[in-house]
C-alpha cells in the first residue's frame, strides 16, 4: 500500500524535483518482480546485508504475537541535497504516507 501510494503521487514528486527511493532486506530478483508487478517509476534498492537498514533505523526487533524478532520496520526520511535528515517518519500509516510526505514538502 505504502508503494503505490508514491507511485500514484509519482507526478507530484515529480514536479517538485524530489527523487523517492525504496529499499529492503528482499534480493534484486525479487525485488525487480515487486517493482514490475506493481508498476513502481521509482527504484527499490537492495539491502540483503541490513547494514544500510540498521544505519538508518529500519531494521531490528520487533513483536508479532508476543513473539520478539529481526525485521523492517517502516521508516521514511526526508532527506535534502547535502544529505541531511530533515524529518522522519517512524511509524508510516502506509495508505497516506505519500500524501503526508508531500504536505512536509510544501510547508
Known amino acids: 500500500m505504502e508503494g503505490k501510494g508514491f507511485r500514484d503521487e509519482f507526478p507530484a514528486f515529480e514536479k517538485r524535483n524530489?527523487?523517492?527511493?525504496?529499499?529492503s532486506a528482499d534480493s534484486p530478483a525479487?525485488?525487480?518482480?515487486?517493482?514490475?508487478?506493481?508498476?513502481?517509476?521509482?527504484p527499490l534498492l537492495c539491502d540483503e546485508t541490513h547494514e544500510t537498514l540498521k544505519?538508518?533505523?529500519?531494521?531490528?526487533?520487533?513483536?508479532?504475537?508476543?513473539?520478539?524478532?529481526?525485521?523492517?520496520?517502516?521508516?521514511s526520511y526526508l532527506i535534502d541535497e547535502?544529505?541531511?535528515i530533515i524529518k522522519s517518519w517512524p511509524k508510516v500509516k502506509t495508505k497516506t504516507h505519500a500524501e503526508?510526505?508531500?504536505?512536509?514538502?510544501?510547508?
Open 18 to 23: 524530489i527523487a523517492i527511493i525504496g529499499m
Open 30 to 42: 525479487r525485488q525487480r518482480k515487486f517493482v514490475e508487478k506493481n508498476g513502481f517509476q521509482f
Open 55 to 75: 544505519a538508518y533505523h529500519a531494521w531490528g526487533p520487533k513483536k508479532l504475537y508476543g513473539r520478539e524478532y529481526e525485521g523492517i520496520r517502516r521508516i
Open 82 to 84: 547535502e544529505g541531511t
Open 100 to 107: 503526508e510526505v508531500l504536505n512536509a514538502v510544501d510547508s
